[in-house]
């Protein structure tokens, strides 16, 4: 029989690879800027995406578990965090080395303005994808879970004969030791 989490793990491992992708693309575009731009924001993007880049190894690993058993979901709530306050510091990052900014209506932008967009657009795709991780991170554990029948008409069904095991009255564990002793 299939186990539920079957129809899951595929999207999990490809959320998960896309997830990794997109922090190796917005490490190596950060990577370049640094030494070009000053401060504490691209320094705390490159360093998340190196933290995603290492963490998420093993994520692709999980994911193919046949018990996956949210490994990865405290680490999908902090990255998730992570790469939200990521995104929003490279969005407010507008002022450039020569301090025109990045204008929209300008034809002709600088390859500085793409960098910045690229690096933009790469962000933010590795908060999607971290947060398609955690969503199916918790579908994975809630399809984890037994199903349990707790209809009051119908008996639970035992595993190894198939039919019904019912208790009778008196017949617990500690009545048959006590019977035992005597």
Not at 162 to 177: I, K, L, R, T, V
Request: aromatic share 14%; hydrophobic share 50%; glycine share 4%.
């Amino acid at each position: 029989m299939r186990n539920r989490t079957d129809v899951v793990r595929p999207f999990l491992f490809a959320v998960r690879l896309l997830l990794w992708i997109s922090a190796v693309i917005t490490l190596g575009l950060t990577a370049w800027v640094v030494p070009h731009q000053k401060g504490y924001r691209v320094i705390f993007t490159l360093v998340i995406a190196v933290l995603a880049m290492v963490f998420y190894v093993p994520s692709l690993f999980t994911a193919c578990m046949h018990r996956n058993r949210g490994y990865m979901l405290p680490l999908d709530i902090i990255f998730y965090a992570l790469w939200l306050s990521a995104f929003i510091f490279v969005a407010q990052t507008d002022d450039l080395s020569n301090g025109a900014g990045c204008a929209y209506y300008i034809w002709d932008l600088s390859n500085a303005c793409r960098r910045r967009n690229a690096i933009e657009a790469f962000t933010f795709l590795a908060f999607f994808w971290t947060l398609c991780g955690l969503c199916l991170e918790i579908a994975n554990i809630y399809l984890d879970v037994p199903v349990v029948n707790t209809h009051p008409e119908k008996p639970p069904v035992s595993s190894n004969d198939g039919a019904a095991m019912a208790p009778s009255a008196g017949s617990g564990p500690a009545m048959n030791d006590q019977h035992n002793e005597v």
